[in-house]
């Protein structure tokens, strides 16, 4: 079935152009490089992995209740428009919010996958272009997966955002080769990290379990790699040029913060815009959602060596100024962890079904 079908909404255009100012850079000097990128970039290619293999698709999915989500968790929860909801009404409405969630996860990740392609095109150093060409095939096969969990288990799927239209739109059209990094790799990627884990940690779902897992593997890699790169790249520039990267990542983290409220899903329940951004206002849980979300971001910022007074003062007034002391490492280990643990843990199941089968033949050949 065509996506233009699953729509619940019509896109404005099912082609979105953005011109660009960049220049394709080339480099002729073939020596080793970075040893810390290439070491990553060697990881890049030893970590690939075939989304249609690894992820068990033929496990079922409830499209009214996809990811498990509580009641205490819709924005609606408590007020006059939940009470008068049936059991129906609020499993569609979970439907739609998992199909908002994922629409913009795959938006996204299409996203990823032009920006890093961007980066192969535009990054002067080769050893950075070939990390970004592992990446480029990894947010491919992120965009893959979401797509098809979308259209085979929701069967449903959302519009682009428009901050996130906004946001990457501004990251593509400059002509610096560092902001398609600073960005995606950073503020798109950094925010989609934090949303995957919280969904990961908290969905009792198999398949969005080992969807969210599996993709987060990968994107600790992409954040080590814009941390390198932009770390080194930033230690040359001027105030005035550090200050203009400030004031994007400042823009783009009000953008991102106004994006998290899936206001267009009350919206298809009839309930009027501003009745709808009232209500996500409202809700505590998203409050702290939101909030949470700029757990991968905040620190990363830090660590590149954006930490001017106008951006401190923005994380202040966005209520996440302490989680520039977060440990980064950590947590883009526990990513990895988390992958290989679920992969043990699958295999081990899966072995141990085998030796079944095997004991249960050999029963029935003794009898």
Same mark, same amino acid.
């Given at each position: ?53 690894? @992820? *068990?698709?033929? %496990?079922?999915?409830?499209?009214? /209740?996809? $990811? ?5 968790? #819709?924005?609606?929860? +408590? ?80 519009? @682009? *955002?428009?901050? %996130?239209?906004?946001?990457?739109? /501004?990251? $593509? ?5 560092? #902001?398609?990094?600073? +960005? ?184």
């Amino acid at each position: 079935m065509s996506t233009h079908e699953l729509y619940t909404r019509a896109p404005s255009d099912l082609n979105w152009q953005v011109p660009s100012a960049s220049s394709a850079r080339f480099s002729w000097e073939y020596d080793d490089g970075r040893d810390r990128l290439l070491a990553l970039y060697q990881k890049g290619k030893d970590k690939q992995w075939d989304g249609a293999k690894r @992820i *068990d698709w033929d %496990l079922e999915v409830d499209p009214c /209740d996809p $990811l498990g989500t509580p009641d205490e968790a #819709m924005s609606l929860y +408590g007020t006059p428009h939940w009470a008068k909801m049936t059991e129906r009404d609020r499993g569609e409405l979970r439907k739609h919010y998992a199909s908002w969630q994922f629409s913009q996860f795959l938006h996204g990740e299409q996203g990823a996958m032009v920006c890093a392609a961007r980066i192969v095109e535009s990054v002067p150093d080769l050893d950075a272009k070939f990390y970004s060409a592992t990446q480029t095939m990894d947010e491919a096969r992120h965009a893959e997966i979401y797509g098809r969990f979308l259209h085979e288990k929701i069967g449903m799927l959302y519009p @682009i *955002d428009d901050n %996130l239209q906004s946001l990457l739109g /501004d990251t $593509l059209r400059d002509s610096r080769w560092d #902001m398609p990094y600073l +960005g995606m790799q950073v503020l798109i990627e950094g925010l989609a990290l934090a949303a995957f884990g919280m969904i990961r940690d908290t969905t009792d779902k198999p398949l969005p379990k080992q969807i969210l897992a599996y993709v987060m593997q990968d994107e600790a890699r992409h954040v080590a790699f814009g941390r390198m790169a932009l770390r080194d790249y930033y230690k040359q520039l001027t105030d005035a040029e550090l200050r203009e990267r400030e004031d994007f990542v400042i823009e783009g983290c009000y953008l991102m913060r106004d994006r998290l409220r899936g206001v267009e899903v009350l919206e298809d329940f009839g309930i009027p815009r501003a009745q709808a951004e009232e209500y996500t206002e409202q809700s505590e849980f998203l409050a702290l959602f939101r909030q949470l979300l700029f757990s991968r971001i905040v620190p990363c910022v830090k660590d590149i060596g954006l930490w001017g007074k106008r951006l401190q003062e923005a994380y202040v007034d966005l209520g996440v100024f302490e989680l520039g002391d977060s440990n980064l490492d950590q947590l883009m280990a526990q990513d990895e962890e988390v992958a290989e643990k679920l992969d043990a843990e699958r295999f081990a199941e899966e072995e141990r079904g085998r030796v079944e089968e095997v004991e249960a033949a050999i029963r029935a050949g003794e009898g």
